[in-house]
């Protein structure tokens, strides 16, 4: 089925009198992430309450109408690679493929929003001579993922009111789930932030520093750089490698005695490669 171009899921919902069976907020939330649905439609016989009440649920998860499936085009040679150091400890990336152009799908994101969010991420983790910064490992990609997981909805947090605010040690306490925060924030940097020269997209982000989405923002970054890559960030593994993070290796009992007494650096390994299987992103859950 994962291969089919197109795919009919026929369902009951939980409100029509004749027979109930899936709740319409429970369908609402799995669907985008179950197999990628691009458009989730609902028709009913008899009563059509369940229609407004699918549309009100539909709205206030941030969720947009019917729209083209939106991608980021990356060249090949701009994102991951293998980190080498010239004898002046330069930081060089090396790629194996050409200049070919990747399009990668979307699921929160539009364009639009990915390049601003984008331009954001590498202003506060640059790419320098220290090496590469947050465009190189897609950062934006990982950001993308999350928003359109349960953690983008705010599943897992209450939010019922009343929203007081609470000391810092509490954490948020607002109303705005990360997806709507990273709406209005990205409305704020403005339409044209990616075009801007560095130092107008510097003066931008300080003007919104003590905000919820700058808050979200740095941290998303700083989690897309050095999360496992079935996030979708640290592209190859590049974040592991600036920092000589090996991954999540079980056990090093068969290391000690082979490299006893000699630098080590091994080779970054991702979960998966550990394990020896795929593994399931959490953001790919219900």
């Not at 179950?34 to 009100?56: C, D, E, H, P, S």
Request: aromatic content about 10%; some cysteine; overall charge neutral.
């Amino acid at each position: 089925m994962t291969n089919a171009p197109f795919v009919h899921l026929h369902f009951h919902t939980d409100y029509p009198l004749l027979d109930g069976a899936c709740e319409i907020s429970h369908m609402m939330d799995v669907a985008p992430n179950m197999i990628r649905f691009m458009v989730v439609k609902m028709a009913q016989l008899g009563r059509a309450m369940g229609l407004t009440r699918t549309a009100n649920h539909h709205e206030q998860q941030g969720a947009r109408t019917m729209r083209r499936r939106q991608f980021l085009t990356f060249s090949v040679t701009a994102v991951g690679g293998l980190l080498v150091y010239t004898l002046d400890r330069q930081p060089l990336r090396v790629h194996a493929q050409g200049n070919r152009k990747l399009r990668v799908p979307l699921r929160f994101f539009d364009e639009r929003e990915a390049l601003i969010a984008t331009a954001a991420t590498a202003r506060i983790f640059p790419s320098d001579a220290a090496g590469p910064g947050a465009p190189e490992a897609a950062v934006v990609i990982y950001i993308d993922r999350q928003l359109a997981g349960p953690y983008g909805r705010d599943k897992h947090r209450y939010t019922q009111p009343p929203f007081e605010d609470g000391i810092p040690e509490q954490g948020y306490q607002g109303k705005a789930t990360p997806r709507e925060a990273y709406r209005e924030g990205l409305a704020r940097l403005g339409q044209g932030f990616d075009a801007l020269t560095p130092e107008e997209q510097d003066a931008k982000l300080r003007a919104i520093e003590s905000t919820y989405f700058f808050q979200l923002l740095r941290q998303h970054t700083i989690e897309g750089m050095f999360s496992d890559p079935m996030h979708g960030g640290n592209a190859n593994m590049i974040g592991w490698q600036l920092i000589g993070y090996p991954g999540p290796y079980m056990s090093w009992s068969d290391h000690i005695d082979q490299h006893f007494g000699h630098a080590y650096r091994p080779k970054p390994r991702s979960l998966s490669e550990v394990v020896g299987h795929p593994v399931k992103p959490s953001e790919d859950g219900e």
